[in-house]
């Protein structure tokens, strides 16, 4: 069966430190994947989504990036945290011509201190 | 450009039924979909409709599809505590089926 997982569930971190959060997909094959921030349990906002490795599309121009090293593999980093970069942060993938949604990971509450 | 648009809030009493709409703009959309958020988790797949049908009924969810006025409702009988979240509208149009959010309807339940 296929399975999202994301961690850590939550991370605390000061102001400059770096960051990395990862998502890995099982039982699937080349999904795509998406990375979401969610600020005070409100809209999602798009920040990068992949359709195949090392394919990385940022929707907004931020302090963060992303990165896809392995098919089923997504990573989200940092250099330098800023407080605005506190928010709910959701790992999603689908399959290309498949349409029965995206599926989320569990999120990752990151508060920067 | 694509736009899905939603209430940001409903209340309704224990008991009652919910009825959460979302308008769309795009119509070349081919699956609709409701996703429910529970407090501090991920989204959850709540139901989903292909554009050419009307209605899809599942258990307690009663969908609805007014593709003319690009209209989607999500109706949940019998409301229980349990329901309390934020409901997200969303769009497929392409053959990725990457999908358009709305900014999500937080149900509020009254005892």
């Known amino acids: 069966s296929q399975t999202i997982h994301q961690w850590p569930a939550t991370l605390v971190q000061p102001v400059g430190s770096p960051l990395s959060l990862e998502c890995t997909v099982e039982?699937?094959?080349?999904?795509?994947l998406y990375w979401y921030r969610q600020a005070a349990g409100r809209g999602l906002q798009l920040l990068f989504y992949?359709?195949?490795?090392?394919?990385i599309s940022s929707e907004v121009p931020q302090n963060l990036s992303a990165s896809r090293p392995q098919d089923r593999q997504f990573i989200l980093s940092s250099k330098k945290l800023l407080l605005s970069d506190s928010g709910f942060y959701l790992c999603a993938w689908n399959n290309i011509g498949e349409y029965y949604g995206y599926t989320f990971g569990s999120g990752t509450r990151l508060t920067v201190v | 450009g694509e736009d899905v648009e939603q209430s940001l809030f409903l209340s309704v009493r224990e008991g009652d039924s919910s009825v959460i709409n979302c308008t769309y703009t795009?119509?070349?959309?081919?699956?609709l979909y409701w996703y429910k958020q529970e407090p501090g988790a991920g989204l959850q797949l709540l139901t989903y409709?292909?554009?050419n049908m009307d209605m899809k009924q599942d258990q307690r969810l009663t969908v609805l599809l007014n593709k003319k006025d690009k209209h989607l409702s999500l109706r949940i009988a019998d409301t229980q505590t349990g329901d309390s979240a934020i409901y997200f509208c969303a769009e497929s149009m392409d053959s990725n089926y990457q999908l358009i959010w709305g900014a999500g309807t937080k149900l509020i339940i009254k005892p």
């Open positions: 409709i292909f554009s």
């Open positions: 992949s359709v195949g490795i090392g394919q």
């Open positions: 795009d119509s070349s959309s081919t699956y």
């Open positions: 039982g699937t094959s080349n999904p795509n």
